[in-house]
């Protein structure tokens, strides 16, 4: 048996697979990682000289100790090709003290063309997406890389940090049938929890 599944608040339809018996395939298929940042946690980024010197450790590879702050970086990118406003908030923890130096910014909107940009995967030059801004770390594409510095309180066998995500940005489908397409756009805003695991407290 084959069903639609609709949004219970705007009653938009979520999940439409085809009618035909055979196909496995779906006529409409919006899930949530079409529309939310991906985080990662990237094990070494790409750092501009200024950085390199205030911090000589490679971010994210510092160990984790009670009481010692460490840097930690994590990465947005944007799945949207219109850009989307990010709002990163710490939630209620014991486990450890966190300062984000860039709470909110701009995703750039997404481009096939990055796709096919492998310069920051394979490591860049070291003065590779320069920012003047604090907090942000590097700047590529449709990607944002943002620095916490974690502080953790009590040893732990896995550290997890619980963020709260306020995603903004405007509709890309407008009403054709409006006298202005523009103004027919809406703004769309989507809250989310991330639980990011940081590893061994030592």
């Given at each position: 048996m084959k069903l639609a599944r609709r949004c219970r608040t705007c009653h938009h339809i979520l999940i439409k697979p085809e009618s035909k018996a055979q196909a496995t395939r779906f006529k409409i298929q919006l899930m949530a990682a079409n529309f939310l940042p991906t985080i990662t946690l990237p094990p070494m980024l790409p750092r501009t000289r200024a950085a390199a010197a205030a911090a000589p450790e490679p971010l994210n590879a510092t160990?984790?100790?009670v009481g010692v702050t460490a840097p930690v970086v994590l990465r947005f990118a944007n799945p949207l090709y219109t850009e989307m406003d990010v709002d990163v908030a710490?939630?209620?923890t014991d486990a450890a003290l966190t300062d984000i130096l860039a709470p909110q910014f701009t995703l750039p909107p997404f481009a096939?063309?990055?796709e096919y940009d492998e310069d920051e995967e394979?490591?860049?030059?070291p003065d590779s997406g320069p920012s003047t801004r604090r907090g942000i770390v590097h700047q590529h594409g449709n990607r944002i890389a943002i620095r916490l510095d974690?502080?953790?309180q009590a040893p732990a066998d896995s550290l997890r940090l619980p963020l709260r995500i306020t995603?903004?940005?405007m509709d890309d489908l407008a009403d054709i049938?409006?006298?202005?397409l523009n103004a027919s756009r809406r703004v769309v805003t989507n809250v989310v929890w991330a639980y990011v695991s940081l590893g061994t407290v030592n």
């Amino acid at each position: 048996m084959k069903l639609a599944r609709r949004c219970r608040t705007c009653h938009h339809i979520l999940i439409k697979p085809e009618s035909k018996a055979q196909a496995t395939r779906f006529k409409i298929q919006l899930m949530a990682a079409n529309f939310l940042p991906t985080i990662t946690l990237p094990p070494m980024l790409p750092r501009t000289r200024a950085a390199a010197a205030a911090a000589p450790e490679p971010l994210n590879a510092t160990p984790l100790r009670v009481g010692v702050t460490a840097p930690v970086v994590l990465r947005f990118a944007n799945p949207l090709y219109t850009e989307m406003d990010v709002d990163v908030a710490v939630g209620r923890t014991d486990a450890a003290l966190t300062d984000i130096l860039a709470p909110q910014f701009t995703l750039p909107p997404f481009a096939e063309i990055w796709e096919y940009d492998e310069d920051e995967e394979d490591g860049g030059s070291p003065d590779s997406g320069p920012s003047t801004r604090r907090g942000i770390v590097h700047q590529h594409g449709n990607r944002i890389a943002i620095r916490l510095d974690v502080t953790p309180q009590a040893p732990a066998d896995s550290l997890r940090l619980p963020l709260r995500i306020t995603c903004t940005h405007m509709d890309d489908l407008a009403d054709i049938d409006a006298p202005d397409l523009n103004a027919s756009r809406r703004v769309v805003t989507n809250v989310v929890w991330a639980y990011v695991s940081l590893g061994t407290v030592n």
